[in-house]
């Protein structure tokens, strides 16, 4: 879609407003609204200025202006709003330079796509990021100096087995664990998912499936079928802001915590990859698992570079209570056909060349896709330039192995902070061909610690009290 298709999409949908949207360096989406007669083939070169000072992460008050130039191809009319909307994504540049701005997350993966056709390795990588949350019927927090908690409550929560629930407590509710798959009433979502899906597909998405997950309370799956790169950055954004709305509409509150409940799964996003040329799967081969050299050299750059990785997708404090060992979640950095327990999984769901491909288990939905992509991007090419031995696949149970051999076995950081220190050690990776900027990564890890990692190890936390309060 060019400038001129996107005016007559507007003609066409009868649009009174076009909205401007960007992704901040945490990956929310910002934006602001001009009548639709503002808009103008001039307008996709020209640009749009706004006050950067005021996005977090980005430029000082004295630096502050800055241009939005919205990309054609993204247009899309947003169903949320009350008046006819058209919806544009817009890269970042400075406003005297014109140069595109380095902590703009979308212009991270335009430069990091940019990068792997120079390599001629491949001229497409692609993604298929599994997305889970949570649905919630009510949902309070407050932090202050001599208080901090928080709740959450679901309809088919197991601990409400027990509530009076006025006209009758029909005791459908999922137990722990137990909510994969069920048919309803025990799952009670269904409906709002597959308005979710339907509204996915209205807004352009390819949907693939949508599920209950594992966990009690509400814990949901939509698929979308793999994109390239930047598209699939730009899918997700939409993504996840269509889940929220459809969400609040049907008076609920979606979250993609990672993990919002105790003793029970947290919400990853499992991202599925593969690098292709010439339109031919560079993945596909017949070694182990029926994978290529080329794919177990990118299998070895993430594994080598995970713990760097894991600051930019797995990106939170809370991100680390769904990675802890002993449960299901993937924090041993090994390889494995078939096998959840490893953090990079073959599908074996079918021979095809098509569909080969491999998974990275680590991220979570809080990572902002366009960071996160391209960073598991630059370390898969690394593994290839520079031939990473992965080693040998770990086919069994990790968890069942015992201490003596676990042990052997690198594992994700434990925290937020051990993924940032990681980070600072281990970035000259993500830096060529600049495409992650340094004074990104440096701007990444100072926030990251100053806002999160240091907020959180300053305050008292409930569960604390119940510790030491009588000690």
């Not at 006050?51 to 977090?56: A, C, F, W, Y």
């Not at 191809?73 to 709003?81: L, R, S």
């Not at 060992?325 to 021979?351: C, D, F, H, K, Q």
């Not at 990251?448 to 604390?464: F, G, I, T």
Request: proline share 7%; glycine share 8%.
């Amino acid at each position: 879609m060019n400038p001129a298709d996107v005016l007559a999409l507007a003609r066409e949908k009868n649009v009174k407003v076009v909205d401007y949207r960007f992704v901040d360096l945490m990956g929310t989406w910002q934006h602001f609204s001009v009548p639709i007669g503002s808009l103008s083939v001039d307008t996709f070169d020209e640009g749009l200025g706004f006050d950067g000072s005021s996005v977090r992460g980005w430029k000082t008050i004295d630096q502050s202006d800055m241009l939005m130039i919205p990309d054609p191809t993204t247009a899309w009319v947003d169903p949320f709003y009350g008046e006819p909307t058209l919806v544009l994504n817009c890269n970042i540049q400075d406003c005297i330079t014109r140069e595109d701005y380095g902590r703009d997350p979308r212009n991270v993966a335009r430069r990091g796509e940019a990068y792997l056709k120079s390599t001629g390795i491949a001229d497409t990588a692609f993604f298929g990021p599994e997305a889970e949350f949570f649905l919630f019927d009510d949902v309070t927090y407050d932090s202050g100096t001599n208080f901090g908690h928080y709740m959450v409550d679901s309809r088919e929560g197991h601990w409400n087995t027990g509530r009076d629930e006025g006209g009758g407590n029909l005791g459908y509710k999922l137990r722990p664990k137990a909510g994969y798959f069920p048919c309803p009433p025990s799952d009670q979502l269904q409906d709002i998912r597959t308005e979710m899906m339907l509204k996915m597909i209205e807004c352009g998405l390819d949907v693939e499936a949508q599920h209950h997950e594992v966990a009690t309370g509400g814990q949901s799956e939509i698929d979308l079928r793999f994109n390239s790169m930047l598209k699939m950055a730009d899918d997700m954004t939409k993504y996840k802001y269509i889940v929220k709305n459809v969400a609040r509409q049907g008076g609920m509150a979606a979250t993609f915590m990672p993990k919002p409940l105790y003793g029970d799964n947290g919400s990853g996003m499992h991202c599925h990859f593969s690098l292709w040329t010439n339109e031919k799967n560079l993945f596909f081969g017949d070694l182990y698992a029926g994978l290529s050299q080329e794919a177990l050299w990118a299998i070895g750059g993430i594994l080598r570079h995970a713990p760097a990785l894991l600051a930019f997708t797995n990106p939170t404090t809370n991100s680390y209570k769904r990675l802890v060992p002993g449960y299901e979640a993937p924090v041993n950095l090994a390889y494995s056909s078939r096998n959840r327990s490893a953090a990079i999984r073959i599908p074996t769901y079918s021979p095809s060349e098509k569909a080969k491909r491999f998974e990275f288990r680590c991220p979570d939905p809080t990572a902002n896709p366009y960071l996160a992509f391209t960073a598991l991007l630059m370390a898969g090419l690394d593994g290839i330039q520079n031939k990473i031995n992965p080693g040998n696949p770990m086919d069994k149970n990790i968890y069942d192995l015992p201490p003596e051999v676990l042990k052997e076995i690198p594992s994700t950081p434990g925290s937020l902070g051990a993924a940032l220190d990681a980070l600072e050690r281990d970035h000259e990776f993500l830096t060529r061909g600049d495409v992650f900027d340094a004074d990104l990564i440096e701007a990444w890890i100072e926030y990251k610690r100053d806002n999160e990692v240091n907020e959180m190890a300053l305050r008292p936390h409930p569960h604390e009290f119940a510790l030491y309060f009588d000690i």
